[in-house]
C-alpha cells in the first residue's frame, strides 16, 4: 500500500484525466467510484487494477482485493477524482472488457441505436442484467459506455455481462445469419408488441430519445415492435420501453 499527499502527484493527474473519454479510450481503462460499484467490480475476475481510497475512509474487511494495488490519498485529492457531490472516499481503476469474442455465443442481445442520456444508457444496461439478457451492443452516436454516470446508473451491471460499442448495421446481419430474429421499436408501420410470440433468441433494438430508431435500422430488422400509449403522453421513456420489451419477449 502506498500514500500520496500532493495533488500534484503525476499519478492523481492520470487518474483525473479518467474522468475524460479520450484517455479512457486510449488507456482502456475506467474509473469508478463509491463502495457498491468498487464492490461489485471486485467480484469479478481481473477487472481492477487498483483501489484508491481517501484517508478519511475504512475499507471494508469483507473485501477481496485480488491483485489490484491499493493507493491511499488525501480528502481533498478524492475530492478531485468525484463526479458527485457527495464523494464516498472509495475509487477503483478498472480495464475495459469489451471483447467482441465473448459475444459470439450470445442469443439474447440488445442493441441500442444512439442513447444519448447517461442515466438512460446506464439504466438500460441494469434492465438488461435485470432481465437476463445475455449481451449489450452500443451502436454509433450513444454516449459513452463508461461514462461516470452511466456507470452510476447502471449500478454495477457493466460487471456482469458483455457490453460492447458496435457498428449496429454490421451486427443485424451477423445475427440473421444465427437465425435470430432482430426486432427494432418504432411508433409507424410497427406491430403492437404482444402479437409476437415470445422467443428464447432474439435481438432488441431501441434508439434514441428523441427520433428512435434510424429509418436505415429499421429497415433492416425482422419485424418493428412498439408500445400502444393509453394516455395522453406522446411517448414512454426509452429505458422504461427497453424494460417492457425485454420482459415481454425473455419471460412471457
Known amino acids: 500500500m502506498k500514500s500520496i499527499q500532493s495533488s500534484k502527484n503525476p499519478q492523481v493527474k492520470q487518474w483525473k484525466k479518467l474522468l475524460t473519454k479520450k484517455e479512457r479510450d486510449k488507456t482502456g481503462t475506467f474509473l469508478i467510484e463509491g463502495f457498491h460499484l468498487v464492490e461489485e467490480a471486485l467480484k469479478q475476475h481481473d477487472f481492477v487494477l487498483e483501489l484508491i481510497v481517501s484517508e478519511t475512509v475504512e475499507l471494508p474487511p469483507r473485501l477481496d482485493y485480488g491483485t489490484a494495488s491499493i493507493t491511499f490519498v488525501t480528502e481533498?485529492?478524492?475530492?478531485?477524482?468525484?463526479?458527485?457531490?457527495?464523494?464516498?472516499?472509495?475509487?477503483?481503476?478498472?480495464?475495459?472488457?469489451?471483447?467482441?469474442?465473448?459475444?459470439?455465443?450470445?442469443?439474447?442481445?440488445?442493441?441500442?441505436?444512439?442513447?444519448?442520456?447517461?442515466?438512460?444508457?446506464?439504466?438500460?444496461?441494469?434492465?438488461?442484467?435485470?432481465?437476463?439478457?445475455?449481451?449489450?451492443?452500443?451502436g454509433k452516436g450513444s454516449v459513452d459506455l463508461y461514462n461516470p454516470k452511466v456507470l452510476r446508473s447502471a449500478q454495477g451491471s457493466h460487471f456482469h455481462l458483455p457490453i460492447i460499442s458496435g457498428d449496429l448495421t454490421e451486427w443485424i446481419p451477423r445475427l440473421k445469419e444465427k437465425k435470430i430474429p432482430v426486432y427494432g421499436t418504432a411508433l409507424e408501420k410497427a406491430t403492437v408488441y404482444t402479437e409476437i410470440k415470445p422467443v428464447s433468441q432474439f435481438a432488441l433494438i431501441v434508439g434514441n430519445e428523441g427520433n428512435g430508431v434510424s429509418e436505415e435500422i429499421l429497415s433492416q430488422t425482422d419485424a418493428n415492435l412498439y408500445i400502444p400509449i393509453y394516455g395522453k403522453s406522446e411517448s414512454l421513456n426509452v429505458a422504461v420501453a427497453a424494460g417492457i420489451l425485454l420482459y415481454y419477449l425473455k419471460h412471457h
Open 76 to 138: 481533498e485529492i478524492s475530492k478531485q477524482l468525484s463526479d458527485t457531490e457527495a464523494p464516498q472516499g472509495i475509487y477503483a481503476v478498472c480495464r475495459q472488457m469489451e471483447q467482441a469474442s465473448s459475444l459470439q455465443d450470445a442469443r439474447s442481445l440488445l442493441l441500442l441505436d444512439a442513447v444519448q442520456d447517461p442515466g438512460n444508457l446506464g439504466t438500460i444496461i441494469r434492465t438488461a442484467d435485470a432481465a437476463g439478457m445475455e449481451a449489450v451492443v452500443v
